[in-house]
Nanobody
Framework: QVQVVESGGGLVQPGGSLRLSCALS????????IAWYRQAPGKQRELVAP???????IDADSVKGRFTISRDNAKNTVYLQMNSLRPEDTAVYYC?????????????WGQGTQVTVSS
């Protein structure tokens, strides 16, 4: 059974930093493309940082230059380093894992981790 678990959220002051982790278990990690999404209160879930299996990173405009996604296949973990945090970054951050084999697609969501940016 595949499990996706986020961690690392918390309360941080504006301008501060956090590093979120997304760990996948139950399947071969390097088969999955893993991305980060976030959902603020009253808003739709939005893509923050997609990540391919090969590690290519593309940051959304709203976080470009401040957030960085990386993966460590040896630890079955993807990280989201968030710097220069702003109050508008406050949201629940979710990890999404996707695997495509032949014509079948497998997708899993984590439970989310809360990030609050406030003074």
């Amino acid at each position: 059974q595949v499990q996706v678990v986020e961690s690392g959220g918390g309360l941080v002051q504006p301008g501060g930093s956090l590093r979120l982790s997304c760990a996948l278990s139950g399947d071969k990690f390097d088969l999955y493309a893993i991305a980060w999404y976030r959902q603020a209160p009253g808003k739709q879930r939005e893509l923050v940082a997609p990540n391919t299996r090969t590690g290519t990173t593309i940051d959304a405009d709203s976080v470009k230059g401040r957030f960085t996604i990386s993966r460590d296949n040896a630890k079955n973990t993807v990280y989201l380093q968030m710097n220069s945090l702003r109050p508008e970054d406050t949201a629940v951050y979710y990890c999404h894992a996707e695997k495509v084999t032949g014509i079948r697609q497998y997708m899993y969501w984590g439970q989310g981790t809360q990030v609050t940016v406030s003074s």
